[in-house]
């Protein structure tokens, strides 16, 4: 009686509802500019009274739709000095926008609420896909697209997808790619979705869809009734599937998961005894082996030795990724003769490294000029390989340019000497 309508759109008008002689859609009422709820949420169509909708309608009668030019109009733009008035039907074809919380304001076209988008995110109106529908979507902040402030990046919806999961989510309404739920349903709302259980309060929370279907979690209450041992013994005709409820035929099933079975004779199933399938009774030797093994460990009563333990190995493990990345880090340049190769032995619990060169590194006959005198490094000791002494050394060298052609090199790091002879 509002909009002239026959069509039931939930998604679009509300559901349809009679008071008496009105038949009225709910959004029609809702969002209609001068419609009161003088009455409780139980009295007449949620809080509005018979009286208060004929008088709306009777208002209605002398107002013109912008749009269609017909009588009837009840919803006004609440732009600023917009005087625009129209059916909803009208306004939705012509762009209009609704909010369905507190005062349930409406816009036209040109006054609707536009979309606040992160400059990074609008990509010259380039279409990318809807993750609910996966149809494509534009990448602009259009009245048929909504961006997920939540998740940003490529979030873009049809505005359409949106509501239909809104209504069949109820409650459970979140976003669906980061499952964000304050800052993904206040932004929706702001934005003309309508949540069911924004305005049915505590009365009607909507349930959803998927919890609304006759015996939807029946498989639920099902009990396993089939017997998975290798070799079945049961002679009855359907065997695996055969079951009494006590004696050599009765199903046994697993103690831990509940998703397998046995038959009692055919797994030699004592009064009382407790049955594993394969898979849980592997896990189950596997934890015991494990326990068994830090049982035995050395402790001092208070549980320091196995602590010591772990802390050894989460250290050994760390000092591993730490070499792993080193030469992952190495890998991308080319081997040079100059760079050491570190070889460690992993097999017992101290590692031992060897660091040595694949060739001398060959210094080269350079001619140099006017260069300034040069210092090498003051080596205060040495440690031998072969003979596993140590000596101390407290002499300086100089060399000139004058002197010498030769190109100094200077190492960087350990210098592992492997000769004990003095004079070199």
Same mark, same amino acid.
């Given at each position: 009686?509002?909009?002239g ?5 939930e ?21 209609? $500019? ?12 949620? /809080? ?11 208002r ?6 912008? &749009?269609?030019?017909k ?23 012509n762009? =209009?926008?609704?909010?369905?919380y507190?005062?349930?304001? =409406? +816009? ?19 279409s ?8 494509? !979507? ?11 402030p939540?998740?940003? *990046? #490529? ?7 949106i ?6 989510a109820? &409650? +459970? ?11 993904f ?6 934005? /003309? ?23 939807? +979690? ?21 065997k695996?599937? &055969? ?5 050599s ?11 397998? /079975? ?5 797994? =030699?199933?004592k009064c ?20 068994k ?14 602590? !010591?333990?772990?802390?050894e190995?989460l ?17 991308? *340049?080319?081997?040079? !003769? ?12 101290? $590692? ?6 694949i ?14 005198q040069?210092r090498?490094?003051?080596? %205060?000791?040495?440690?031998?390989? %072969?003979?596993?002494s140590?000596? #101390? ?15 100094? &090199?200077?190492?960087q790091? $350990?210098?592992?000497?492997? =000769? ?5």
């Amino acid at each position: 009686m509002f909009c002239g309508q026959k069509e039931i759109s939930e998604k679009l008008y509300g559901l349809l509802y009679q008071l008496n002689d009105v038949i009225v859609h709910y959004f029609c009422i809702l969002l209609s $500019s001068r419609a009161v709820q003088n009455g409780a949420d139980k009295e007449g169509i949620w /809080g509005f009274l018979l009286k208060d909708i004929k008088a709306e309608l009777t208002r209605g009668s002398r107002e013109t739709c912008v &749009y269609c030019k017909k009588k009837g109009a009840t919803i006004s733009c609440c732009g600023s000095k917009c005087r625009r008035v129209f059916h909803l039907p009208c306004g939705l074809k012509n762009g =209009s926008m609704h909010q369905y919380y507190q005062s349930f304001k =409406s +816009f036209c076209q040109q006054h609707r609420v536009t979309q606040v988008v992160d400059l990074s995110e609008l990509q010259n109106t380039a279409s990318v896909q809807c993750a609910i529908c996966k149809d494509d !979507v534009t990448a602009a902040p259009l009245h048929n697209s909504i961006w997920a402030p939540c998740c940003k *990046r #490529n979030a873009w919806f049809h505005r359409g997808c949106i509501q239909d999961l809104a209504l069949s989510a109820g &409650y +459970f309404f979140k976003c669906p790619l980061c499952n964000n739920v304050e800052n993904f349903k206040c932004r929706m709302l702001t934005l /003309g979705i309508y949540i069911p259980s924004s305005y049915l309060k505590k009365l009607n929370h909507r349930d959803a869809s998927w919890e609304t279907v006759p015996n939807a +979690f029946a498989e639920l209450l099902e009990r396993h009734s089939m017997c998975n041992a290798e070799t079945c013994l049961c002679p009855h005709q359907d065997k695996r599937k &055969y079951q009494h409820e006590s004696g050599s035929w009765e199903i046994i099933l697993c103690h831990t998961c509940g998703s397998n /079975g046995t038959h009692r004779l055919c797994s =030699s199933l004592k009064c009382d005894q407790e049955w594993y399938c394969i898979a849980c009774q592997t896990v189950a030797d596997n934890t015991a082996r494990a326990k068994k093994k830090l049982l035995e460990l050395p402790d001092d009563g208070n549980g320091s030795g196995i602590s !010591v333990m772990i802390e050894e190995r989460l250290s050994h493990n760390r000092e591993v990724q730490r070499r792993n990345i080193e030469l992952m880090r190495n890998a991308a *340049r080319p081997l040079s !003769v100059d760079d050491p190769i570190v070889i460690s032995d992993d097999s017992n619990d101290s $590692s031992i490294q060897c660091v040595t060169y694949i060739d001398p590194p060959k210094i080269p006959h350079i001619q140099v000029i006017q260069t300034p005198q040069i210092r090498l490094p003051v080596i %205060s000791g040495y440690s031998s390989i %072969s003979t596993d002494s140590t000596r #101390n050394l407290d002499r300086r060298f100089a060399l000139s340019a004058n002197e010498s052609k030769s190109l100094t &090199y200077i190492f960087q790091g $350990s210098i592992d000497l492997t =000769s004990d002879d003095d004079d070199n």
